[in-house]
Every structure is written in structure tokens, then in C-alpha cells.
């Protein structure tokens, strides 16, 4: 009987240790790099002790590739206003520089209400990130257009929730635009409630409030009288000081940058994956002007166009100048305003290389809206691959294609990225996450294939979805695998995704490259939309 129960055991310590040869180990602790950049009041062309907008976006690249999975970028506020020839774009340059850094979302400043209501607006649906204030209220006492409360996604297997709030100074020059901003406390710990709820397990406000402080010293100001009242806050972003801040408030990083983006706010966090706890946050800035100067090549002809008068939204227009009269709409303006106007008065992609295919009918691309583009090129992918589901960012598709001639240089322009087609395997819940992360305006709704979804999207991350159908008429089951093509940006967490569960993964090639040779043996396009998409 022992030489049984012997032999029992050393069977199962076999067994265990090959089951476990088989399981890759989880790394237990996880670095997370928050970055902010924080009144540069449109400053956008560079000097020698201001970077620009061009060398500011160019220090993306170097900044990511230290930590790729767990780096992410936010707006702070005062960003927008302050800078002529940015001004007299509407904002435009900086807009394209934050799009650049690929910032998941920002906050207003006082100085951001240098803007018409209508500019602002429009300004927020030609961003591809979210605009939160969760302190700006509406007569309801809701969250007021264009602005959301919070955000929630993830970096590094951590779920990170971020909260907008507007400091006092902001008052007087929003109420001036219609909007009305009650006291951040009055919101701030609802919000945070929400997120955990919602599972974040780290809580970051990104704030225009004010404060002071710089090394050892205890951070004085506004945001004390916040954090006196909030509890579940794991790091503040401030802005307006004018100057560097960094330090702690009962043991809570702070940090705000130098102005014109001399520099850029960071706090880095030690986070445990195993009991989803942050060990520690630390406040940094890192100084811009003394990194290597490298500009960010694919924004520079767009710019040169742009600074040139040809490019700009409204010319030589003054911020506050209301439109009378209809304005012509012929000349290119950023490379991503294309939202709510018609196909043939939007920009055009350009007309290089060779012809592809005849386009009967205009592809529309609406960043914040729907996109038959976007549902054309998803289709394609998906039957190619014979996935059952594709899904692909917003911000993949820059312009809308005309009808008419379609040639090479249409799909460089349409889709400027170099990302690959990736596909692999995930779960019903898995999908249902990224939709509902996808779903935001602000960022650039997701595109999809594959699908029949019903959203809400003036709602928050985790109840946007109302019902999400296969094309079988069949829902998505929580734990059934379903193979899916995903875009290279999204696995790199390009606009928040994450994509970190992605099994079986395989890299189809360049997405330009399948849609040029796709259209070139197709020859003839002819899509108007089916309607997958209902909000």
C-alpha cells in the first residue's frame, strides 16, 4: 500500500512539474510611465529654449520604446491658446501634435476657453483622444458636451482610470462660453468610486488645478484642498503654475511640467500584477530641450502645408470670429478634419503612384461617426483571413476616399500608419472589452467586421454597449474563442487598447499593402454601408 501511495505521488510531482513547463510565469510586478504636457499655449514653432510642436511629437517614439506596454500620454490643461499662429488655426498645429503623441485624453485649461463653445466642440470631435472635465456640468448637473467625467483602460495588465477635473481659475472664462464648472471635490470622489467599481486599479487626476512644490517639499496650493477631501487617488497631473512641480501630498504623487513643452510631466509607478496594487508612484519631469532633437517627420509636410496658410481650418480668422456666411471649404486643413461635413468638401487623399481601382461611391470616414471606409476595409480583412471578427482603431483612417479614381497614394494618405494585420484568438468577453474601450467619439470609434453592434456613446467605458449580435443573428458567448484580425497599433496600445490576451497571434503583413493589392485585383469598389453600427 505505501509502495502505492509512493508511487501515486512521484506520478503527480511528474505531472505537475510538466504542466508547469508548459504555463509561462507571470511577471508579478509591472512598470507604468504616465506622461503629461501641460501649458504649452499653442507654442508650436520651435527656438532655442522652446521645442516646437515637431520636436515635442518626435520624442514619442524614443520615450515608448523604453517601456512599450506600459507607457501612456495625456493632454494637461492650457494646451489649446496663447500662441498667434496657432490661434488663428483654431488650434489646428497643436491639436495635430497631440494626436502625434498619441495622448489618451486631456483636460481644459482657463486659457482653453479662448474659444467660441462651437470651436471647442469641434475642436474635441477632430481629436483623437477624450476631452474630460468631470466638473463641467450641464442644467442637469451631468457631465456637459463635448466633455466626459473619466476614462478607464489599461497599460501593463494594470487598469487605469483617469478623471478629468477643472480648477478654479477656469470659472469665469467657461461660464463666459456657456458652461458652467462646479468645485472639483464636489465630483471628484464619485468619480473615483465609479472607477474602482468599474475595476481600475490605479486612479490618476489629470487636473488644471494649481499647486507648488519641487523636490522634497510637500506640495502646497489648490489640489491640497482636493486631496484633503479625496480618498483612492494614485497620481495627480496639474497645470497653470507657470513652472515645475513635483513632489507629494500625503503620500500622493504630484507633478505639473514647465510651460511651452520644455518639458513633460512624468510619474512612474511600480505596480504588483499578482495583488493589483501600486507599490509606489514617483513625480519627474523630463526635460525635452536636452534630448537629442528629432522631429516627428510624418506630421512635417502636413505642417509646412498648414503653416503656410493652405492648410489652416479658417485662414486668418481670429479665435472669436462666428461665421456669418458659408466659407469655402476647398482648401486642406488637418489631416484628421473630416467629421460631419460632405465627402467633396473634405480633405482629399492624395493622387500618387498608380491607379488601383474606380470608386463609385464615396467611402465616407467620420472619426466620431460612422465610417463605410473603415467597414469596407474590415470587411476585406475578414474575408481574407476567414476570421469571424476583425477590429481596427478609428484613428487607422485619416481621410474619406472620393468617388472616382483610387490610386496608391489614396491608401498612403487614407491609412499613413505602418501597422500589420494581426491575427489571433480571443474570447466573446475579450471582444466585448475592446468595443466598449473602441466606443469613445473622442478617441476615434472603433471599426469592426463581423458584427451588429447598438451603442451608447455618450455613456462611460464598461456601459456603451447595448447589444452586440454576430452575423448569424447569434450574441458573442463570454468564454467561446473566436479567431480575430486586429491592427499592430492596437497590440502596441495605440489610442488606450489593450490587447495583452491576443493567443495564437500571427502577422499578416502591412494593412496598406493587403488594401492596395485587394483594390488593384478588385478593380471596381462600389460599398454604401450597412448599418452595423446604431447609436
Do not use: W
Not at 509607478?269 to 530641450?289: P, S
Amino acid at each position: 500500500m505505501k509502495k502505492l501511495l509512493f508511487l501515486l505521488l512521484a506520478l503527480l510531482v511528474v505531472s505537475s512539474t510538466a504542466l508547469a513547463r508548459n504555463v509561462l510565469p507571470i511577471k508579478p510586478l509591472a512598470e507604468i510611465d504616465l506622461y503629461g504636457v501641460n501649458d504649452f499655449h499653442g507654442h508650436i514653432t520651435g527656438s532655442a529654449t522652446e521645442p516646437g510642436a515637431l520636436r515635442l511629437a518626435g520624442v514619442r517614439e524614443s520615450l515608448l520604446k523604453q517601456n512599450p506596454y506600459g507607457t501612456a500620454f495625456f493632454g494637461g490643461g492650457n494646451n489649446l491658446a496663447g500662441f498667434d499662429e496657432n490661434d488663428k488655426r483654431m488650434g489646428d498645429p497643436t491639436l495635430m501634435m497631440l494626436n502625434a503623441l498619441g495622448i489618451s485624453a486631456t483636460v481644459p485649461g482657463a486659457s482653453d476657453f479662448q474659444y467660441q463653445a462651437h470651436q471647442i466642440a469641434n475642436q474635441a470631435a477632430t481629436s483623437y483622444f477624450a476631452y474630460l472635465a468631470a466638473n463641467i456640468v450641464d442644467a442637469q448637473g451631468n457631465t456637459a458636451s463635448p466633455y466626459k467625467p473619466y476614462l478607464l483602460f489599461n497599460r501593463a495588465g494594470a487598469a487605469i482610470g483617469v478623471i478629468g477635473l477643472v480648477g478654479q481659475d477656469a470659472v469665469a472664462p467657461a461660464a463666459a462660453r456657456g458652461y458652467q464648472v462646479v468645485p472639483a471635490a464636489q465630483v471628484a470622489q464619485q468619480c473615483v468610486d465609479e472607477l474602482r467599481n468599474n475595476g481600475a486599479k490605479i486612479v490618476v487626476l489629470l487636473t488644471s488645478l494649481k499647486g507648488e512644490g519641487i523636490g522634497d517639499k510637500q506640495i502646497t496650493g489648490e489640489i491640497t484642498g482636493l486631496l484633503d477631501k479625496v480618498t483612492g487617488v494614485d497620481a495627480v497631473f496639474l497645470a497653470g503654475t507657470g513652472k515645475e512641480v513635483r513632489g507629494t501630498y500625503k503620500n500622493i504623487p504630484v507633478v505639473a511640467a514647465a510651460p511651452f513643452g520644455t518639458q513633460l510631466a512624468q510619474i512612474h509607478i511600480l505596480y504588483n500584477r499578482v495583488d493589483k496594487k501600486v507599490l509606489v508612484g514617483v513625480a519627474k519631469t523630463v526635460d525635452i530641450m536636452a534630448l537629442p532633437s528629432t522631429e516627428d517627420k510624418k506630421l512635417e509636410k502636413t505642417y509646412s502645408r498648414l503653416m503656410s496658410g493652405t492648410g489652416s481650418r479658417l485662414g486668418s480668422m481670429t479665435p472669436s470670429y462666428v461665421p456669418t456666411a458659408k466659407q469655402d471649404k476647398k482648401s486642406k486643413t488637418s489631416i484628421y478634419q473630416n467629421v460631419n461635413r460632405p465627402v467633396n468638401e473634405a480633405p482629399q487623399p492624395e493622387a500618387k503612384g498608380a491607379k488601383l481601382a474606380d470608386n463609385l461611391t464615396a467611402l465616407t470616414n467620420y472619426p466620431g461617426g460612422q465610417s463605410t471606409l473603415g467597414e469596407y476595409f474590415t470587411d476585406m480583412v475578414r474575408q481574407a483571413y476567414n476570421c469571424d471578427v476583425v477590429l481596427y482603431p478609428g484613428s487607422s483612417f485619416q481621410y474619406s476616399i472620393p468617388a472616382g479614381e483610387v490610386y496608391e497614394g489614396t491608401i498612403s494618405s487614407v491609412m499613413p500608419h505602418k501597422d500589420n494585420i494581426i491575427v489571433g484568438q480571443m474570447t466573446g468577453s475579450q471582444i466585448r472589452a475592446i468595443l466598449e474601450h473602441g466606443l469613445n467619439p473622442g478617441t476615434g470609434l472603433i471599426r469592426f467586421s463581423g458584427l451588429h453592434v447598438s451603442a451608447r456613446l455618450n455613456n462611460a467605458e464598461g456601459s456603451r454597449l447595448a447589444s452586440v449580435e454576430r452575423l448569424n443573428g447569434q450574441g458573442l458567448q463570454q468564454d467561446a474563442v473566436y479567431t480575430v484580425a486586429v491592427s499592430s497599433r492596437m497590440l502596441e496600445g495605440v489610442d488606450g487598447y489593450n490587447l495583452s490576451y491576443l493567443t495564437n497571434a500571427g502577422n499578416k503583413g502591412p494593412a496598406q499593402d493587403f488594401f492596395k493589392f485587394f483594390l488593384r485585383y478588385a478593380k471596381t469598389l462600389d460599398y454604401q454601408g450597412d448599418g452595423r453600427l446604431k447609436f
